[in-house]
């Protein structure tokens, strides 16, 4: 078994020991699952199961500012809020910060400003840490690619390693017990018309953390064998979707993977279930305007929350169906 400490000095051999930059601002992502990341084989080092794949959600993300300070104890602001140092917040995120640090380095005033709702089902972990290590990268002038960087936010939480990049990226699962081929790969392909619709079921904290429930779902669900194989196919498919532009493709094996995950979580013993009323109606609506021959398919991940995919065209349709709904461009139209 490998530590994080052993794989952070790895990556980092060679590279400057201390503080070299005062303060500094970036900004990562949020990633929406295409094909979902739900279990881990090494609970450690956050390395997954199954291979996944996501589409960025551009303005949706985490804004990440640092400041180093002369102070006894690090100072912490969440979407301008001040969080106390026993807050499980401030607690993760320091415990990581700390995986970096060295021997009487200064302490740090940090904000964190997120564009979406935290511990809600969209993906705010995976935007936060990917900043983070972004903000580290600065802070200690490390001057790592995206891909090394990948690596790193992936210790903090498994799907930040897809928050590196814009657009669509692959996180492999890779092979080896260190993870060091476990690693969010940014694919080349552009689709400017494709459209994410975010349908805010609640914006209130899970009742149970991804992290609890992949780990009850692999233990104990009777329909995860099956996981691995659904992932394999769904995967294909969406890439082979994505290569041809093939919306209706793309649509059917999202939407069947993410029914997949949350029926593997229903088999779980207790079972799990995010989704509330909202949730329910709004997939049947969804159903039923596919049977009224409208594209339009949706997505799922640990959360009520849930994500309609549609090409641009529909934008009217959908808003006049939708009136909650807020539309994310991943693309931006090119001239």
Same mark, same amino acid.
């Given at each position: 078994?490998?530590?994080?400490?052993?794989?952070?000095?790895?990556?980092?051999?060679?590279?400057?020991?201390?503080?070299?930059?005062?303060?500094?601002?970036? $900004?990562?992502?949020?990633?929406?699952?295409?094909?979902? $990341?739900?279990?881990?084989?090494?609970?450690?080092?956050?390395?997954?199961?199954?291979?996944?794949?996501?589409?960025?959600?551009?303005?949706?993300?985490?804004?990440?500012?640092?400041?180093?300070?002369?102070?006894?104890?690090?100072?912490?602001?969440?979407? /301008?809020?001040?969080?106390?140092?026993?807050?499980?917040?401030?607690?993760?995120?320091?415990?990581?910060?700390?995986?970096?640090?060295?021997?009487?380095?200064?302490?740090?005033?940090?904000?964190?400003?997120?564009?979406?709702?935290?511990?809600?089902?969209?993906?705010?972990?995976?935007?936060?840490?990917?900043?983070?290590?972004?903000?580290?990268?600065?802070?200690?002038?490390?001057?790592?690619?995206?891909?090394?960087?990948?690596?790193?936010?992936?210790?903090?939480?498994?799907?930040?390693?897809?928050?590196?990049?814009?657009?669509?990226?692959?996180?492999?699962?890779?092979?080896?017990?260190?993870?060091?081929?476990?690693?969010?790969?940014?694919?080349?392909?552009?689709?400017?018309?494709?459209?994410?619709?975010?349908?805010?079921?609640?914006?209130?904290?899970?009742?149970?953390?991804?992290?609890?429930?992949?780990?009850?779902?692999?233990?104990?669900?009777?329909?995860?064998?099956?996981?691995?194989?659904?992932?394999?196919?769904?995967?294909?498919?969406?890439?082979?979707?994505?290569?041809?532009?093939?919306?209706?493709?793309? /649509?059917?094996?999202?939407?069947?993977?993410?029914?997949?995950?949350?029926?593997?979580?229903?088999?779980?013993?207790?079972?799990?279930?995010?989704?509330?009323?909202?949730?329910?109606?709004?997939?049947?609506?969804?159903?039923?305007?596919?049977?009224?021959?409208?594209?339009? $398919?949706?997505?799922?991940?640990?959360?009520?929350?849930?994500?309609?995919?549609?090409?641009?065209?529909?934008?009217?349709?959908?808003?006049?169906?939708?009136?909650?709904?807020?539309?994310?461009?991943?693309?931006?139209?090119?001239?």
């Amino acid at each position: 078994m490998y530590s994080k400490e052993q794989i952070i000095a790895q990556i980092l051999t060679g590279k400057p020991n201390g503080v070299q930059l005062e303060k500094g601002a970036v $900004y990562a992502p949020a990633n929406i699952a295409l094909c979902k $990341y739900w279990g881990k084989r090494d609970s450690i080092l956050n390395l997954p199961m199954t291979s996944s794949l996501s589409i960025s959600l551009a303005q949706k993300g985490s804004h990440f500012a640092f400041e180093v300070v002369d102070e006894k104890t690090d100072c912490l602001n969440l979407n /301008g809020q001040s969080i106390d140092a026993q807050h499980d917040f401030y607690q993760r995120l320091f415990s990581f910060i700390s995986l970096f640090r060295h021997n009487g380095e200064p302490r740090l005033n940090i904000a964190i400003t997120s564009t979406i709702p935290i511990a809600a089902g969209l993906a705010s972990s995976a935007s936060g840490f990917a900043s983070v290590v972004k903000g580290l990268n600065e802070l200690y002038g490390w001057q790592l690619s995206c891909s090394e960087l990948s690596l790193l936010a992936r210790l903090g939480s498994g799907s930040a390693c897809r928050s590196l990049w814009d657009g669509f990226v692959e996180w492999q699962h890779g092979s080896r017990d260190d993870g060091m081929d476990s690693i969010g790969i940014p694919l080349e392909y552009k689709w400017p018309q494709l459209r994410i619709g975010l349908l805010l079921a609640s914006s209130d904290k899970k009742s149970i953390s991804s992290r609890e429930a992949m780990a009850i779902t692999k233990q104990s669900s009777s329909l995860y064998h099956l996981w691995p194989e659904q992932v394999a196919t769904d995967l294909a498919m969406i890439k082979s979707a994505l290569a041809e532009k093939d919306f209706i493709a793309l /649509g059917h094996a999202s939407e069947r993977n993410a029914i997949a995950m949350h029926a593997t979580m229903l088999k779980a013993k207790p079972a799990i279930s995010y989704s509330n009323a909202k949730t329910a109606a709004w997939v049947q609506q969804v159903w039923q305007l596919r049977v009224d021959n409208m594209p339009i $398919y949706f997505t799922q991940d640990a959360g009520p929350n849930l994500k309609l995919l549609f090409l641009e065209d529909s934008t009217d349709d959908i808003l006049q169906l939708f009136p909650e709904v807020e539309i994310i461009q991943p693309f931006l139209i090119e001239a």
